[in-house]
């Protein structure tokens, strides 16, 4: 059973680009996180979901993100006109009960 | 709002030293602690996942308890190795619901050396 996966693993763009983020959850997980981890910070919630469905996006900057998880697919973190701000880890989580398990993230870097 | 607090941020011991983390939580309704282990550039790797009802779990050399009325958690580790070298996370889940999103805290680096 392969671990959760995020790809890309390093991500370079341009202030203004848009940046998409992927993470495919372990085979029967239906539940995913998203975190960010800022340089020199720790790592703070940004959306949980399931299946089609935003469960908790209290943790999401109310502009420029989104997230979904379709029925088909992995889940992406969506991130338009991107700031230098933006320039961090993006872990992925995905659950089956109640233990999370972490992708190996997605290393953002905005010029 | 729950905040998570670990204590030291940074420790380094000689190689074979038993050490003690420490993570404190405001809210005591937790659902479940879990400790991570962070390697530099990479994920995160679960370590011990605490139930609420729980006072303590073990795997291998590590030990980590949970005292929930007073909102703390440490994480022991025996005969320390270079190995163990990492950033170690303490993260909590809200009360109510097995689901849910976990709150971290700052961290500690751990160096061993030989």
């Known amino acids: 059973n392969a671990g959760v996966m995020q790809n890309p693993r390093h991500l370079v763009r341009r202030r203004g680009q848009e940046a998409r983020l992927r993470c495919s959850p372990m085979k029967g997980h239906s539940h995913v996180y998203w975190y960010r981890q800022l340089p020199e910070e720790g790592l703070k919630f940004m959306v949980y979901?399931?299946?089609?469905?935003?469960?908790?996006e209290s943790g999401m900057p109310k502009e420029r993100f989104s997230a979904e998880f379709p029925k088909e697919g992995p889940s992406i973190l969506r991130i338009q006109q991107v700031v230098r701000g933006d320039s961090a880890a993006y872990f992925c989580a995905s659950s089956f009960k109640e233990e999370q398990f972490f992708g190996p993230g997605t290393r953002l870097t905005v010029l | 709002k729950q905040e998570v607090t670990q204590i030291p941020a940074a420790l380094s011991v000689p190689e074979g030293e038993n050490l003690v983390l420490n993570c404190s939580f405001t809210?005591?309704?937790?659902?479940?602690l879990q400790w991570f282990r962070q390697d530099p550039g990479k994920g995160l790797t679960s370590l011990l996942l605490i139930q609420s009802s729980q006072r303590e779990q073990t795997s291998g050399r590590l030990n980590a308890s949970l005292d929930k009325s007073s909102g703390r958690s440490t994480l022991y580790i025996a005969a320390s190795q270079p190995g163990d070298s990492a950033t170690y996370l303490c993260?909590?889940?809200?009360?109510?619901?097995?689901?849910?999103?976990?709150?971290f805290g700052q961290g500690t680096i751990l160096t061993v050396h030989p």
């Open positions: 993260a909590v889940k809200a009360g109510g619901t097995s689901y849910g999103k976990l709150t």
């Open positions: 809210d005591s309704a937790i659902y479940n």
């Open positions: 979901l399931q299946k089609e469905n935003i469960i908790d």
